[in-house]
T-cell receptor, first 109, second 115 residues
């Protein structure tokens, strides 16, 4: 079966750095997405990785290792508004988006 | 601004009473998706339209139907809502062409309550 694993919840301090990991087992791979979802709101796109390596976009970076079936989202200089769920999703060989359950990130002052 | 719009934002229905949720987009995207998301769970794809081609997920209950009368609009019909159908329903769109798949843009969602 297809599976996306990410921690259920993480806590970090304002101004710090946090890394949210995602491991996946899917039938094929056509890219990995990270989305941010605030409580009661729709997911919003953060990043897309299809090649190995690190993609940096402002305070957020996303890393991919296809051989390990592994990705992480790195958030720097955390702000209170970064409190949200972060969803990892993989596009499989049928171009279906397989979603993880999300990691709830709690930021403390 | 180009966007994905869902109406209503909050819908309350009675057990077994049909309900329709609507989604419209001004992005002119050719693919539209309906997801069901329950609290602290991953979004679950119900079906999607690739242009006019309807694609139903194998485990989507027959109770759920969809219509896409034109590029801009898509509807989700729940024929006989049960208590287990209470969830957030998310509409999303994307551009898919020539094997290139882009990120999905989500509407704000409709939170469905079944009494």
């Amino acid at each position: 079966g297809q599976n996306i694993d990410q921690p259920t919840e993480m806590t970090a301090t304002e101004g710090a750095i946090v890394q949210i990991n995602c491991t996946y087992q899917t039938s094929g791979f056509n890219g990995l997405f990270w989305y941010q979802q605030h409580a009661g709101e729709a997911p919003t796109f953060l990043s897309y990785n299809v090649l190995d390596g690190l993609e940096e976009k402002g305070r957020f970076s996303s890393f991919l290792s296809r051989s390990k079936g592994y990705s992480y989202l790195l958030l720097k200089e955390l702000q209170m508004k970064d409190s949200a769920s972060y969803l990892c999703a993989v596009l499989d060989s049928n171009y279906q988006l397989i979603w993880g359950a999300g990691t709830k990130l709690i930021i403390k002052p | 601004d180009a966007m994905v719009i869902q109406n209503p934002r909050y819908q309350v229905t009675q057990f077994g009473k049909p309900v329709t949720l609507s989604c419209s987009q001004t992005l002119n995207h050719n693919v539209m998706y309906w997801y069901q998301q329950k609290s602290s769970q991953a979004p679950k794809l119900l079906f999607h339209y690739y242009d006019k081609d309807f694609n139903n997920e194998a485990d989507t209950p027959d109770n759920f139907q969809s219509r896409r009368p034109n590029t801009s609009f898509c509807f989700l019909d729940i024929r006989s809502p049960g208590l287990g159908d209470a969830a957030m329903y998310l509409c999303a769109t994307s551009v898919e062409a020539g094997g290139t798949y882009n990120e999905q843009f989500f509407g704000p969602g409709t939170r469905l309550t079944v009494l």
